[in-house]
Structure formats: structure tokens, C-alpha cells
């Protein structure tokens, strides 16, 4: 199965900056994904990142304030845009690769403070 | 997308066997079942993945009935390590979405 190092593994941010974090595959992969978990929630799906294309976003989720960058099969990133502190959060990648046992896996997490 | 039922929440002691069951009604051709455990401030870990019948490995076993309408996850005998979150998932093996949809999972205590 795919091996996801997600950096920053947390951070402290200011209200009204920006924070990009990444997601790194140590192979190609099919499908990347981002979630958001808020604290005591479930994972949020937040968008499908597409290699060379915009992201495909969830109801809720828009690009402006979670741009998501793909280059190619084995990086993304997401910015969290002009942040508050309801951003607070813990944002994962996903990966899923046909055939793959598992298909899906998931990054360690970062966990965002928005101060 | 296949939606899934758990327990909120289910209790355990040291030792025994755990058996979670995840319903799944709408489950496609395609899809696979999926369990996760998480624990808090970490991303999923997989524990277990089938398609029909049984599939065991080191830590768990799956059970998925004929209908593959609902899965059952088995810990057998759980330690006080093992409380975590635990989520059924179903979809994954169609390249149009390939995206999963978490529902609340359950949380396993146990107790010593």
C-alpha cells in the first residue's frame, strides 16, 4: 500500500493567513483526497484532487478558501485560505489506488489552531 | 455512494471478543467494505478489507453475509489499547469516484 507524509504535522496560525499544507506519495497513485475532521467529528470530505486539473469540490467546500494544487501523481496541496479560527481542524490526505490492498489510505493528519 | 450504520458506541472489557456490525443496504457490484480504527489526532489506520464472505488477518476478521448488505467486524479478545474509533466504509473499486464518505463509526471503550 501507497506510504503518505503530510506535512505539517500541526501548526498554530494567526486568524487571516493562509496555510498550505502538503501531501506526499511514495508512488503514483490513482486518486488523491482531502478531509477536514473538526474536533470530536467525523471526516469531512472536502475535495477530490485532480492531476492537471481544478480540484473537485463537496457541497460546503469552495476554492477560494481551499485552493488544492496536484502537479502530478504523487503531490498535493491545500491551503487553507484567510483562516478563522472555525478552521481549526484536522486536515488529511487520502489516496486510493485500484487494485491496492487497501484501496484507500490516509495521511497522520494536520492539526490546525487558528488563533 | 453506499451509506453506512454503526453503533454510536459499544463497551468492552479486557479479553473478550469485540463484534461491531456495520449495515450498508446499498452497497454496489463493485465495492469493497473497508474497516478502519482511529485513534485521536491520527489519520485512519486500515485494519481489514473484504468483498464477500470471510477475510481474516493478524488483527480482525470480517464477516460479510451473502447479501453483502451489512459487514461485521471481530476483535477477538481487545485490549485497553484498542479503544479507538472504529469506521465501516464501502466504495472504492470504480475509478469514476473512488471517494469515501465517513459516517460517525463507532467508539469501542474497553475497560480492564
Known amino acids: 500500500s501507497a506510504v503518505i507524509s503530510q506535512k505539517p504535522s500541526r501548526d498554530i496560525c494567526q486568524r487571516g493567513t493562509s496555510l498550505t499544507i502538503q501531501c506526499q506519495v511514495d508512488?503514483?497513485?490513482?486518486?488523491m483526497f482531502w478531509y477536514r475532521q473538526q474536533p470530536g467529528q467525523s471526516l469531512t470530505l472536502i475535495a477530490t484532487a485532480n492531476q492537471g486539473s481544478e480540484a473537485t469540490y463537496e457541497s460546503g467546500f469552495v476554492i477560494d478558501k481551499f485552493p488544492i494544487s496536484r502537479p502530478n501523481l504523487t503531490f498535493s496541496t491545500l491551503t487553507v485560505s484567510n483562516m478563522s479560527p472555525e478552521d481549526s481542524s484536522i486536515y488529511l490526505c487520502?489516496?486510493?489506488?485500484?487494485?491496492?490492498?487497501?484501496?484507500?489510505?490516509f495521511g497522520s493528519g494536520t492539526r490546525l489552531t487558528v488563533v | 455512494l453506499a451509506k453506512t450504520t454503526q453503533p454510536i458506541s459499544m463497551d468492552s472489557y479486557e479479553g473478550q471478543e469485540v463484534n461491531i456490525t456495520c449495515s450498508h443496504n446499498n452497497i454496489a457490484t463493485n465495492d469493497y467494505i473497508t474497516w478502519y480504527q482511529q485513534f485521536p489526532s491520527q489519520g485512519p489506520r486500515f485494519i481489514i478489507q473484504?468483498?464477500?464472505t470471510k477475510v481474516t488477518n493478524e488483527v480482525a476478521s470480517l464477516f460479510i453475509p451473502a447479501d453483502r448488505k451489512s459487514s461485521t467486524l471481530s476483535l477477538p479478545r481487545v485490549s485497553l489499547s484498542d479503544t479507538a474509533v472504529y469506521y465501516c466504509?464501502?466504495?472504492?473499486?470504480?475509478?469514476?469516484?473512488?471517494?469515501?464518505?465517513f459516517g460517525q463509526g463507532t467508539t469501542l471503550q474497553v475497560k480492564p
Open positions: 473484504g468483498y464477500k
Open positions: 466504509l464501502v466504495g472504492g473499486s470504480s475509478g469514476n469516484t473512488g471517494k469515501l464518505i
Open positions: 508512488s503514483q497513485v490513482t486518486m
Open positions: 487520502s489516496v486510493w489506488d485500484a487494485g491496492d490492498t487497501p484501496l484507500y489510505t
